[in-house]
Nanobody, 121 residues
Framework: QVQVVESGGGLVQPGGSLRLSCVTS???????TGWHRHSPGKERERVAS???????NYAASVKGRFTISRDNAKTTVYLEMNSLTPDDTGNYSC????????????????WGQGTQVTVSS
């Protein structure tokens, strides 16, 4: 069974930090994992990604403040967020591209439900 579960969101003051986690199960040969942010009144944007070999990429709006990483088993991807501002408020969801035992020759993306981050004083 495929599962993508995010956690770690919450309410934080401007300038604060949060660490989000994305735990996956049932997905193999992961080619790319991306953290996406959906803020009120804005289109969803990918803020950070990490490829299978470990290459990382960041949106300009978070570069230097956010860090994406993963554990050695590649089943958990983290998003360390520092120097948070109210513009970082949104629902953060994880998109994982890989295969499953049922579809071993099909690489597709799987989404989690997301975790809410609110930056406010």
């Amino acid at each position: 069974q495929v599962q993508v579960v995010e956690s770690g969101g919450g309410l934080v003051q401007p300038g604060g930090s949060l660490r989000l986690s994305c735990v996956t199960s049932g997905i193999f040969n992961i080619a790319l994992t991306g953290w996406h942010r959906h803020s009120p009144g804005k289109e969803r944007e990918r803020v950070a990604s990490i490829s299978g070999p470990g290459a990382t990429n960041y949106a300009a709006s978070v570069k230097g403040r956010f860090t994406i990483s993963r554990d050695n088993a590649k089943t958990t991807v983290y998003l360390e967020m520092n120097s948070l501002t109210p513009d970082d408020t949104g629902n953060y969801s994880c998109n994982v591209w890989g295969t499953t035992t049922e579809t071993p020759n099909l690489t597709r993306g799987y989404w989690g439900q997301g975790t809410q981050v609110t930056v406010s004083s």
